[in-house]
């Protein structure tokens, strides 16, 4: 591992050496090469799905496995849309002259190796390695031990480009032992490794963040809410409210939890429940939601569950400051929604509630690098340092200061 994770970080040098123009031809030419690839990754992918039926994968876990012709292109766009973005590396952030007349600029540099620990989804693989490749940092990948022939398959592709243009292999690779053992020995080597990414469940990112040396910025849970105000248009809530559960219930900005105004939830409840049935989805409720359509009994267990399945909590609340407090109580500080055509009411949600993304009158589905015009992301930052919310390039950079002077003494 230690030889391993040195030759990673000699290999940063020199991604120093690149220009701008160079790093967005050689994503396009590793997007090109995914495309042409396509057969072997669905063949790879094939061998990961069979296992994933011998192993009673959940539906869920199978969905975020699978790649199809429409996924791997999709995975080329992703990298094409990165290939496009502005040179996040060598911007000046901020400039100015001190009362010593020393000239100082604030200038945007690379994190450097950054090890990226994710599960189930073999395009984070390709995304990732674009995002860091474009940001000037070399990745270390650890995926998740069900995608391994996908991952490998994908990685091989993008690393037969680095090759190909004379670059080291070692600027995307995944890491060779992906053991439990493996991944301890990868979080703490701070002497080559500068950034830890977990995704993935919560005892994944526990047990990141509980014996990382190395800096950690946490993928958590998407324990996600949306609220239904009593000034609502109730199409829309409905709509709205369909699209973040059952569009794709397994991803992390699903919404787990539906809160509902007690102002309007004798008329609201039985129109949702209505399309929920339709869409077969499971549905819990308080007490008072109990007493007006039929559903089974949530716990405050339930409501700390991101079920990542097709169920949905559903809890009536007092108004928006209830639905603020049960937020506050329940949230992992992903994503939440409001309802409503109240503008006051609106920003009292936006202000009170102190999630990475907070929508009024969106999906919450929209927590997402490519929605949001990143391209792709390598995570969802439930961090309040350094990056918050999904993680595009510029959370892949930090900065320093370059300071000029003529002779300035102290």
Known sequence: MEKFLQEAKQASRVLSTLTGAEKKRILQEMASSLRANTMDLLEAN??????????????????????????????????????ALKEPVGRVIDGWVTEDDLKIEKVSIPIGVIGIIYESRPNVTSDTAALCFKSSNVCVLKGGKEAENSNKAIAKVLQATLKKNNLPTSLISLIPDSSREGVAKLIKMDKYVDLIIPRGGAGLIKYVSDNATVSVVKHDKGECHTYIDKDAKLDNAIAIALNAKVQRPGVCNAMETLLVDTAIAKEALPLLKAEFDKAHTELKGCSKTQSIIDVAHASDEDYDTEYLANILNIKVVNGVEGAIEHIVRFSSGHSEAIVTENITTAEQFLNAIDSACVYVNASTRFTDGGSFGFGAEVGISTNKLHARGPMGIEGLTTYKYKIYGSGQIR
């Open 46 to 83: 094939a061998l990961d799905m069979s296992d994933a039926d011998k192993s009673n994968l959940s539906p869920a876990l199978k969905d975020r496995l699978l790649l199809d012709k429409e996924r791997i292109d999709g995975m080329a766009v992703a990298i094409e849309e990165i290939a």
